[in-house]
């Protein structure tokens, strides 16, 4: 069966402080990867996503980046955080091709508290 | 373009009471429709989805959901409600154009007094 498993769970940094966030999925090959935001009172905020190695598309310019090394790793950074990136952020895969329903599958999430 | 809109930022009910939370859709294409549930400080978890079977969907812990194509919704009901129903919900739409990405509501905090 396929997971996907993201860590820090919980992460405490100061303004300006560099960050990486990791995405792992394991049971399933050539997965599109994404990385969403909640902030509060604010819903699901798509950051990126990537349809494979290398491949990075963002949604919104923002003070993030990502990367996607391998075929099954996500990683969000930042190298000087603003207290503006705070929240809850969420990886998530979906399977391509066929039959395909457009179904996330989410990772547990890392609470980001920038002070 | 595709949209999702969940009437309601906070619904309250009582233990035992009827659920709905309300979900209405804007696709230009037929859709898939799913309903998403986050507890605190996790991440979501699939309640049910509709991909062009029945237009009456069962899904986990009780909750189901009706797809009116009329009404362009896809409301969400459980008959009885439970405290540990108690969750933030997002109905999210599909078209599976490009990337195949979701498109979400703003969710519905579900309260659930004893």
């Known amino acids: 069966s396929q997971t996907i498993h993201q860590w820090p769970a919980t992460l405490v940094q100061p303004v300006g402080s560099p960050l990486s966030l990791e995405c792992t999925v394991e049971?399933?090959?050539?997965?599109?990867l994404y990385w969403y935001r909640q902030a509060a009172g604010r819903g699901l905020q798509l950051l990126f996503y990537s349809v494979g190695i290398g491949q990075i598309s963002s949604e919104v310019p923002q003070n993030l980046s990502a990367s996607r090394p391998q075929d099954r790793q996500f990683i969000l950074s930042s190298k000087k955080l603003l207290l503006s990136d705070s929240g809850f952020y969420l990886c998530?895969?979906?399977?391509?091709?066929?039959?395909?329903?457009?179904?996330?599958?989410f990772g547990e999430g890392s609470r980001l508290t920038v002070l | 373009a595709q949209s999702v809109t969940q009437l309601g930022s906070h619904v309250s009910v009582s233990e035992g009471a009827l659920v709905l939370l309300r979900c209405n859709y804007s696709?230009?294409?037929?859709?898939?429709l799913f309903w998403y549930v986050q507890y605190p400080n996790q991440g979501l978890q699939l309640l049910l989805k509709y991909t062009s079977a029945a237009t009456l969907v069962k899904g986990i812990n009780g909750f189901e959901a009706e797809f009116k194509k009329s009404e362009t919704s896809f409301h969400l009901t459980k008959p009885s409600a439970h405290m540990s129903d108690a969750a933030e919900y997002f109905c999210?739409?599909?078209?599976?154009?490009?990337?195949?990405?979701?498109?979400f509501g703003k969710g519905t905090m579900l309260l659930v007094s004893p």
């Open positions: 998530a895969w979906t399977k391509r091709g066929a039959p395909n329903t457009g179904e996330l599958f």
């Open positions: 049971g399933t090959s050539n997965p599109n």
């Open positions: 999210a739409v599909s078209e599976l154009s490009g990337y195949s990405t979701l498109t």
């Open positions: 696709s230009s294409v037929p859709p898939y």
